[in-house]
């Protein structure tokens, strides 16, 4: 079965800690994405790549960091620089080459206290 | 950044009846997308759209992408219980390469 997987479903730290979130993709997708969603609102990106060992920022990078060393994997860390981290993030990807669809994985919910 | 307006913000409908919402923009978009997210999962897509006028169906489901380009409309017919969940809208702007999201229309529905 072809698709996207994060884990943990739910994830809980300390303030002050660093936290890392799993995405994995089967799709053979080349371009994988990261969301934050907040009760109320839509899904802002926090960081893109396009191809393996290259990634951009999204309109929330601040506090997050991203590698992308394979193409079926997009792990996000969220750091101690993020000021508000409780939240559901969710990871996408995409086939490239004029197809802009993104398919999203079961999202994890990080609770920082 | 971009803004997309999608409204209603949320609907509290009958079952049988027809749901109408849309997403509006002052910028013009190459995509339209359509998202059904259940609470605690991640958005399921339920159309793409690519051409302005396109109108898609996917069972009960339709979706039309705006002749202007800066809107686009999903329509449930015969709404039924599990419709319920936050459909969103989301656009490949024309100069863009990354997705602008709704904020998202709350369904929720009496049997």
């Known amino acids: 079965d072809g698709g996207i997987t994060q884990s943990p479903k739910y994830l809980f730290r300390k303030e002050g800690q660093n936290v890392t979130l799993s995405c994995e993709q089967n799709?053979?997708?080349?371009?994988m994405y990261w969301y934050r969603q907040d009760p109320g609102q839509g899904l802002r990106l926090i960081y893109y790549?396009?191809?393996?060992?290259?990634?951009q920022k999204g309109d929330i990078a601040e506090g997050y960091s991203v590698s992308r060393e394979k193409k079926e994997s997009f792990p996000l860390t969220v750091t101690s620089a993020q000021k508000n981290p409780t939240a559901f993030y969710l990871c996408?990807?995409?086939?490239?080459?004029?197809?802009?669809?993104?398919?999203f994985g079961p999202g994890t919910r990080l609770t920082v206290t | 950044g971009q803004q997309l307006n999608q409204s209603p913000q949320s609907m509290f409908i009958q079952e049988g009846e027809d749901v109408s919402m849309n997403c509006t923009s002052s910028?013009?978009?190459?995509?339209w997308l359509w998202y059904k997210q259940d609470p605690g999962e991640g958005p399921v897509l339920l159309i793409a759209l690519y051409k302005a006028g396109e109108l898609t169906s996917n069972g009960r489901l339709t979706a039309q992408f705006g002749i202007t380009r800066k809107d686009s409309f999903l329509n449930i017919s015969a709404s039924i219980p599990s419709d319920v969940g936050i459909y969103f809208c989301?656009?490949?702007?024309?100069?863009?390469?990354?997705?602008?999201f709704g904020a998202g229309t709350i369904l929720r529905v009496k049997s």
């Open positions: 910028s013009i978009f190459n995509t």
């Open positions: 799709l053979n997708h080349d371009a």
């Open positions: 989301a656009g490949l702007l024309r100069d863009g390469n990354k997705l602008v």
């Open positions: 790549s396009q191809i393996v060992n290259d990634f």
């Open positions: 996408a990807s995409r086939r490239t080459g004029g197809f802009y669809e993104q398919y």
